[in-house]
């Protein structure tokens, strides 16, 4: 299986702020990755697919880079409404396989 | 709007069989862009994909569970359906439906519609 570990675990941030996730792959997945937002009680939400393509509807302050190994998704002024969990996940191969999330709180 | 609803008894008891159903509305479980998925979560394990159905009707599932699980389809009702066999405390966790759609601008897959999720609880 492709494991994927995401740092940091979980950060605190204050709105405005510029927010950076890293997820590595143990393996080159190309750029088979996406990034999901979770918030309490509800399912996953896609942002952003192709490690760099935004999903549509999705607002233009986050934005995904990377390729190979090494990710990032990059919210670049915190909103309220963006403090949840996050999480990247492969679909490069099967097993699709996700990272441990990354808790962004206040 | 494509939305998901999953549906089934929300407590099993240990060795015996999981079984869910997802209903699509506002749109077609035969549109060939697609292939459907389940994946469950729990604090133990996170986020872990159980497996997905084909526009063809084939599956795929994680080698982990793929002696024990089965996904598969019913047009005619527009739902799929996850069976999980001999479960066990491990198995309790929040199951999701999702659609799992290929991008052709970027050559890859990525599930971006989600059911709500449902709450099941292995015990006796």
């Known amino acids: 299986d492709i494991q994927m570990t995401q740092s940091p675990s979980s950060l605190s941030a204050s709105v405005g702020d510029r927010v950076t996730i890293t997820c590595r792959a143990s393996?080159?997945?190309?750029?088979?990755l996406n990034w999901f937002q979770q918030k309490p009680g509800k399912a996953p939400n896609l942002l952003i697919y192709g490690a760099s393509t935004l999903q549509s509807g999705v607002p233009s302050r986050f934005s995904g880079s990377g390729s190979g190994t090494d990710f990032t998704l990059t919210i670049s002024s915190l909103q309220p409404e963006d403090f949840a969990t996050y999480y990247c996940q492969q679909s490069y191969g099967v097993p699709r396989t996700f990272g441990q999330g990354t808790k962004v709180d206040i | 709007q494509l939305q998901l609803q999953g549906s089934g008894p929300r407590q099993v008891k240990p060795s015996e069989t999981l079984s869910l159903t997802c209903s699509v509305s506002?749109?077609?479980?035969?549109?060939?862009?697609?292939?459907w998925g389940w994946i469950r979560q729990s604090p133990e394990k996170g986020l872990e994909w159980i497996g997905s159905?084909?526009?063809?009707?084939?599956?795929y599932y994680n080698p982990s569970l793929k002696s024990r699980v089965s996904i598969s389809e019913d047009t005619s009702k527009n739902e799929f359906s996850l069976r999980l066999t001999s479960v066990t405390a491990a198995d309790t966790a929040v199951y999701f439906c999702a659609r799992d759609r290929h991008y052709y601008d970027t050559a890859s897959y990525a599930f971006d519609v989600w059911g709500q999720g449902t709450m099941v609880t292995v015990s006796s």
């Open positions: 393996q080159s997945i190309s750029n088979y």
């Open positions: 159905l084909d526009d063809s009707g084939s599956t």
């Open positions: 506002g749109g077609s479980l035969s549109s060939s862009r697609y292939f």
